[in-house]
């Protein structure tokens, strides 16, 4: 679904006329243009329309993506999922995996992704290391 048609969707969904959600933000006629895919509205624009129509720009980007996230968002979602369940081979492939993304597509936020699922590694491992140590230091205060 592209752009416009994204913007009808949720509107007619919403239950709402254009003259509503383009009051006070751009003539119905350009409304119409941009849910006809002629026309495309300044950014500050985009966002006011979104706001009127009470959904956030990610929120949008699902509806768009026929309630799909976007790679960056499942990215995202399975860098959460594995640190929460402490999956360390899934997050060493995810790192492995951001790294090459960003290589081929220079796209900042894999980098970040890389970093982020590196620092989870190492924050994991550390909490590992800690436990391990109290325990042996009991173990060893129970020897003596």
């Not at 009808?8 to 003539?27: C, F, P, V, W």
Request: charged share 25%; proline share 1%.
């Amino acid at each position: 679904m592209n752009f416009g048609e994204t913007i009808k969707k949720i509107r007619t969904d919403k239950n709402m006329t254009q003259i509503q959600l383009s009051e006070g933000i751009l003539a119905r006629n350009h409304l119409s243009q941009v849910e006809n895919n002629n026309y495309f509205p300044s950014y500050d624009r985009v966002f006011m329309l979104l706001d009127r129509l009470n959904i956030t720009f990610e929120e949008f980007l699902f509806i768009q993506n026929d309630l799909q996230p976007h790679d960056k968002q499942r990215f995202r979602s399975e860098v959460s999922n594995y640190a929460n369940i402490n999956d360390l081979k899934q997050l060493e492939h995810l790192s492995k995996e951001a790294d090459k993304l960003y290589e081929n597509t220079a796209n900042i936020i894999y980098y970040h992704y890389g970093l982020l699922c590196k620092a989870v590694l190492e924050y994991v491992l550390i909490i590992y290391l800690v436990r391990l140590w109290f325990s042996m230091s009991r173990q060893s205060k129970n020897i003596c």
